[in-house]
């Protein structure tokens, strides 16, 4: 039973947009669950792992019946890309908004992002299913993953202070050095989360920062 998004003695009234229970459109109700589901999935997966997690351990923690998980997912694999895609875009956000907000010069943007980046990856769960969980699982989830490694290789990328590249090679260069950055990030940042956060931020900031700064200047 949903506990707390939907009461049984709500009374169904109809409304221009659907149907609505104590004042609530079902298109509202719907994305509630489904945004309760990722939220349990991010604490399941980011405890005991995508391939021990069950549909029954994600519902139960987030208080609702199995119905809902597949009127809203296919199956678990469905709920971790949906978690993932969930956590990478508000990593990337975040980032987005941390450069823009910074100084105009590569170090400032640098620390910015970078700062940002450890910060979000202070919440063990969300760290986990951005950095562990979706590896290997399937290639179609592989190709979610692919699809935000992209797009943080981008955003490195477009803070360098040298012109974009001109010819096929110059481009296909640049391309795998932004690919190398976000990896040498994923794994200083992994390491980092596994080791139960041992350095401190400003020692991982600087620490990246030479990585990067190295590679786009």
């Not at 659907?18 to 489904?34: H, I, K, L, M, S």
């Not at 490195?156 to 040298?162: F, P, R, W």
């Not at 976000?182 to 991982?204: E, F, I, K, R, S």
Request: glycine share 8%; hydrophobic share 45%.
């Amino acid at each position: 039973m949903e506990q707390g998004l939907e009461s049984k003695d709500a009374a169904p009234m109809a409304r221009e947009g659907g149907r609505r229970y104590g004042g609530v459109a079902q298109a509202q109700r719907e994305q509630a669950r489904r945004t309760a589901l990722i939220d349990a999935a991010t604490e399941v997966f980011g405890t005991v792992g995508f391939r021990r997690a069950t549909v029954r351990s994600v519902c139960g923690l987030a208080k609702l019946n199995d119905r809902y998980f597949y009127a809203a997912f296919d199956n678990m694999e469905d709920l971790l890309r949906a978690t993932y895609a969930h956590h990478a875009q508000t990593l990337l956000e975040r980032l987005q908004a941390a450069i823009a907000d910074s100084a105009p010069t590569l170090d400032a943007r640098l620390d910015a992002g970078l700062n940002a980046f450890f910060a979000f990856l202070r919440e063990p769960h969300a760290a986990r299913v951005l950095l562990l969980e979706v590896m290997g699982v399937s290639p179609e989830t592989d190709l979610t993953y692919q699809r935000y490694i992209f797009e943080f290789a981008k955003l490195i990328l477009a803070m360098a202070e040298t012109p974009p590249p001109t010819g096929d090679d110059a481009q296909a260069q640049v391309r795998i050095v932004g690919l190398a950055l976000v990896g040498a990030m994923t794994n200083a940042g992994t390491a980092w989360v596994l080791m139960g956060y041992q350095d401190t931020q400003a020692c991982m900031v600087a620490s990246c920062r030479r990585v990067l700064r190295g590679a786009l200047m």
